[in-house]
């Protein structure tokens, strides 16, 4: 049973908020505790890399993630996905109704 007591991101050094602690269900099955949403960033990278085989992995807390990504083209799926007014299709953006600070066009 792995129990995590505090998770700190790898970016800003904060610790994450912790929303419960773990506990026992009245059937003994056991739920870890919760914390505040994170981002977990992990690849082995293979051959042809100067990293061949190493494993490099990051906790990245919701801000950070924000900062970050911001001018990374990321696919965001799932079904509460929640599109920007001018989001028109997978990183294509509506150019005369885009913010300022918003995604450009590659």
């Given at each position: 049973?792995?129990?995590?007591d505090?998770?700190?991101?790898?970016?800003?050094?904060?610790?994450?908020?912790?929303?419960?602690?773990?506990?026992?269900?009245?059937?003994?099955?056991?739920?870890?505790?919760?914390?505040?949403?994170?981002?977990?960033?992990?690849t082995?990278w293979?051959?042809?890399?100067?990293?061949?085989?190493?494993?490099?992995?990051?906790?990245?807390?919701?801000?950070?993630?924000?900062?970050?990504?911001?001018?990374?083209?990321?696919?965001?799926?799932?079904?509460?996905?929640?599109?920007?007014?001018?989001?028109?299709?997978?990183w294509?953006?509506?150019?005369?109704?885009?913010?300022?600070?918003?995604?450009?066009?590659?």
């Amino acid at each position: 049973m792995l129990v995590t007591d505090k998770v700190i991101c790898d970016c800003c050094d904060k610790e994450l908020e912790k929303l419960n602690d773990e506990s026992f269900n009245s059937y003994g099955n056991f739920f870890p505790a919760w914390f505040r949403e994170y981002f977990v960033l992990k690849t082995t990278w293979g051959y042809n890399s100067y990293k061949d085989m190493d494993t490099h992995e990051a906790v990245i807390c919701e801000s950070c993630y924000d900062r970050l990504f911001k001018d990374v083209k990321i696919r965001i799926t799932g079904p509460y996905v929640q599109k920007p007014p001018n989001y028109v299709g997978p990183w294509v953006y509506d150019e005369a109704n885009s913010p300022e600070d918003g995604p450009e066009e590659a």
